[in-house]
């Protein structure tokens, strides 16, 4: 991938961010909603980052994803995201929050929790993502699906499930080809349209 502009980093920025929250206020998620362990959820937020998301996927719907995990007893949602820090100086990065956060009003208008047929392959995937989240893994900003060493929020699910034995992913990755901004990158629709998760809840604010 090849950023050589302002224009482009801004591009790319747009592709996969669908806002840039700083407190959660309300959440779109509706009181007593049963989460459970490898959930994989789906928002889309009403910032022009979130529009430019969805207009560059020809499938979209939503444009930021995460996967539930069960944490000392609490479920909670791990997600890679850039422009969420939790203090000063904190590095764009896989993050762990409360379902509450993730679902925030501030940068959700819609959302769905969609499900796996078979829990235990949720669960799996659930503690695959906690493994990642523990390595402290860094945001990618080149959204390189081959370099696990930094991550993105469709690939930190989709590599949950992969070493969970699920595949969610299509085979080949979506190229964005614009004027200063070449990246071939997957989106949350790829996992939303995979086939193997059943939707069990759509809100909205």
């Known amino acids: 991938m090849k950023t050589t502009t302002p224009f482009a980093a801004l591009l790319l920025a747009l592709l996969m961010v669908s806002c840039r929250e700083s407190q959660p206020q309300e959440s ?12 994989v959820v789906f928002r889309r937020g009403g910032s022009m980052m979130s529009r430019s998301v969805v207009a560059l996927d020809a499938h979209g719907r939503y444009s930021h994803v995460g996967i539930v995990v069960d944490s000392s007893g609490h479920k909670m949602v791990i997600h ?19 379902p509450e956060r993730f679902f925030s009003s501030v940068n959700a208008i819609v ?22 989240y523990r390595r402290h893994v860094l945001f990618d900003h080149d959204y390189d699906a081959d370099d696990t060493t930094r991550m993105y929020c469709t690939e930190v699910v989709a590599l949950a499930y992969e070493r969970a034995g699920v595949a969610l992913l299509p085979a080949e990755p979506h190229h964005i080809n614009i004027p200063g901004l070449h990246v071939d990158c997957y989106f949350p629709s790829d996992l939303y349209d995979s086939g193997l998760l059943v939707s069990v809840g759509q809100f909205h604010r």
Not at 116 to 132: G, K, M
Request: aromatic share 4%.
């Open 28 to 39: 779109i998620l509706p009181a007593g909603f049963e989460l459970r362990a490898g959930d």
């Open 80 to 98: 890679a995201v850039p422009g969420e820090p939790d203090f000063a100086g904190d590095e764009d990065r896989v993050k762990m929050d409360a």
């Open 111 to 132: 959302g769905e929790v969609c499900r796996p047929a078979d829990s235990l392959s949720a669960a799996h995937a659930a503690q695959e993502a906690l493994r990642i």
